[in-house]
């Protein structure tokens, strides 16, 4: 086993390159920081190069077992010093574990869809926070498949991964063009629903029981005319009271997403 105790040697460098996404880009890695995320990318096969530890920030003997699974798959387990992982850390409270984890494919060729699929689309999300919510929201509600639509922050922004926490591992998700991702809704035939303040008629007076997209927009300028001016979409909108006219991207998502679920399950139960 491996034992770095210097914040100069040259792997520590790289891992805190991989703070930066053109460097991610570059050399197709990125840092999955944490029991939990690295557990969960390990369930979901995710490829691993190496696993970074440090008894010291330990909360228990989990840790171990994972280290013990990691080795068994033939990962490269690498002990550093407290001096070392606080370097190599993105976390202000971390727990002695990181992972050097590799890209996968973001592309439709790798995506199946299930009889009566459910698909978010997310349009230039820009917060790191935000994009883990949706994923933790679209995995917990079974989304066949989050399509990402010019995305300011990528998926493997260590933030993301740890505002998922680990959803992302077991979301199958897409990186894709406006355009790309209208074409592949229309060559699924599925309906698609525009979630938009101005839109006239209200989420829940609509039926989802079929195959479906539903389209969120960035945090400050929501959607694009791309979808909005396009007539084949339905503009949906939640009902707002108040004064303020938005809500955070996730909220929205999350409230029209349940009730999608609501409404098939109302249907099996054959009470819809």
Same mark, same amino acid.
């Given at each position: 086993?491996?034992?770095?105790?210097? !914040?100069?040697?040259?792997?520590?460098? /790289?891992?805190c390159?991989? !703070?930066?996404? @053109?460097?991610? #880009?570059?050399?197709?890695?990125?840092?999955v920081?944490?029991?939990?995320?690295?557990?969960?990318?390990?369930?979901?096969?995710?490829?691993?190069?190496?696993? /970074?530890?440090?008894?010291?920030?330990?909360k228990?003997?989990?840790? *171990?077992?994972?280290?013990?699974?990691?080795?068994?798959?033939n990962? $490269?387990?690498?002990?550093?010093?407290?001096? @070392? =992982?606080?370097?190599?850390?993105? !976390?202000? #409270?971390?727990?002695?574990?990181?992972? &050097?984890?590799? /890209? *996968?494919?973001?592309?439709?060729?790798? @995506?199946?869809?299930?009889?009566n699929?459910?698909?978010?689309?997310?349009?230039?999300?820009e917060?790191?926070?935000?994009?883990?919510? +949706?994923?933790?929201?679209?995995?917990? %509600?079974? @989304?066949?498949? &989050?399509?990402?639509?010019?995305?300011?922050?990528?998926?493997?922004?260590?933030?993301v991964?740890?505002?998922? $926490?680990?959803? %992302?591992?077991?979301?199958p998700t897409?990186?894709?063009? #406006?355009?790309?991702?209208?074409?592949?809704?229309?060559a699924?035939?599925?309906?698609?629903?525009?979630t938009t303040?101005?839109?006239?008629?209200?989420?829940?007076?609509?039926? =989802?029981?079929?195959?479906?997209?539903?389209i969120?927009?960035?945090?400050?300028?929501? +959607?694009?005319? =791309? *979808?909005?001016?396009?007539?084949?979409?339905?503009?949906?909108?939640?009902?707002?009271?108040?004064?303020?006219d938005? +809500?955070?991207? #996730?909220?929205?998502?999350?409230?029209?997403?349940?009730? %999608?679920?609501? $409404?098939?399950?109302?249907k099996?139960?054959?009470?819809?």
């Amino acid at each position: 086993m491996e034992i770095i105790t210097s !914040r100069q040697n040259d792997r520590v460098k /790289f891992l805190c390159k991989l !703070r930066d996404h @053109v460097k991610r #880009n570059r050399y197709k890695m990125f840092l999955v920081e944490g029991y939990r995320e690295l557990s969960r990318a390990m369930d979901n096969n995710i490829p691993m190069d190496t696993i /970074f530890f440090c008894e010291k920030f330990f909360k228990d003997l989990v840790q *171990w077992d994972l280290i013990q699974r990691a080795e068994s798959k033939n990962v $490269q387990i690498c002990q550093v010093s407290a001096e @070392v =992982f606080e370097k190599i850390s993105c !976390r202000e #409270n971390c727990d002695g574990i990181l992972g &050097l984890a590799k /890209f *996968w494919h973001l592309d439709f060729p790798h @995506v199946k869809l299930s009889k009566n699929a459910l698909i978010l689309v997310a349009e230039s999300i820009e917060k790191a926070g935000n994009l883990g919510a +949706l994923m933790r929201s679209a995995e917990s %509600v079974g @989304v066949d498949v &989050l399509i990402l639509c010019n995305p300011v922050t990528d998926i493997f922004n260590p933030n993301v991964i740890r505002a998922s $926490q680990g959803a %992302v591992f077991g979301l199958p998700t897409v990186v894709s063009s #406006n355009e790309k991702a209208l074409e592949f809704l229309e060559a699924n035939a599925v309906q698609i629903f525009a979630t938009t303040p101005s839109a006239k008629n209200i989420y829940f007076h609509e039926n =989802f029981t079929s195959p479906t997209a539903i389209i969120v927009g960035s945090e400050h300028g929501g +959607l694009s005319d =791309f *979808w909005l001016k396009n007539n084949t979409l339905t503009p949906i909108a939640l009902p707002q009271k108040g004064t303020s006219d938005s +809500l955070n991207v #996730n909220d929205a998502a999350v409230v029209v997403l349940y009730e %999608v679920v609501r $409404q098939r399950m109302q249907k099996e139960s054959g009470h819809g």
